[in-house]
């Protein structure tokens, strides 16, 4: 099987819409969408069904997924490992959604005008792994959004966010100065992933019942609000789709956008991207 067929797969996956995930491809839909039909094919399978808003996993898509993401995160281990015993230099850098802009567009550009020979790979990755890969040993270093368990690893604070509801701009609550999360207990909310941080699942989550599918993005998320009136957190500077807006969350702590790395790496590479994107982020970290 064709790993880049099924990277392509794991990103319409992630962004339940193949013009999105086409996008971060920076590929235009239909050789994208002939791809999935190709994967389609080889399995004998529907991976997706297609509908308004975008597209949904099928039974087979969803088992797919999850395979996927195993496979191709052994793939990464393999290839770090492999260039570290050639003793070629290599950076893996890992992300969440939200932040794999900046890590392409500036952060990246800015360690390779330093490093101009060191192979650097970016991964995204989704609201199931807080850590983006760090913790599982897929990534050398990593974009995140705080809290979430941190033992074990280093960070450094890149910039502060205040955090507040989205809802859709017909929502009673849409003009309101503030709210308070906790209280929104008569709301229904997102399903986050089920994973292994609690710290960061009860920060993110909202104060009623969980309901509808599990969201594994950004996009889903925000989605959800727009297409269903649910509810959901994101950084009061999130960006988002005509329809929705950000009310503060006066109970929620200011979110850190943070540079993690493991405590016992010593990696020269790894002090240099960090001194990297410190200088780049000074003026937030000065906030």
Known sequence: MDLRLLSYFSL???????????????MTQPPLSRAIRQLEDELGVVLFER???????????????????????????????VRREAGAPALSVGSLADAADLVGSRLVAAFRAR?????????????????????????????????????????????????????????????????????LTERT?????????????????????????????IQECLQAVLWNGMSALAPVDQMLPPGLVVVPAEDRQVNDL???????DRSPLIRSFVRTVTDEYRPAARR
Do not use: C, K
């Open 51 to 81: 509908n308004r808003s975008g597209v949904t996993l099928t039974a087979a898509g969803e088992v797919l997924r999850e395979e996927a993401a195993a496979v191709l995160d052994r793939v990464e281990v393999m290839q770090t490992r």
């Open 189 to 217: 909310w997102i399903r986050l992933p089920e994973g292994p941080d609690r710290v960061w699942l009860d920060y993110w989550s909202g104060g009623g019942p969980a309901a509808g599918p599990t969201v594994r993005t």
């Open 115 to 183: 490093h101009p020979h060191v192979a650097v790979t970016v991964h995204e990755f989704d609201l199931s792994d807080p850590t983006a890969g760090l913790r599982r040993g897929v990534v050398d270093v990593a974009l995140v959004r705080s809290p979430f368990d941190a033992a074990a690893m280093s960070t450094r604070v890149l910039d502060r966010q205040a955090v507040g509801l989205v809802v859709r701009q017909d929502d009673d609550l849409a003009g309101a100065a503030s709210v308070r999360v906790d209280a």
């Open 258 to 264: 943070l540079l993690a790395w493991r405590s016992t």
């Open 12 to 26: 319409v996956a992630q962004e339940r819409h193949v013009g999105r995930a086409a996008q971060r491809l920076h």
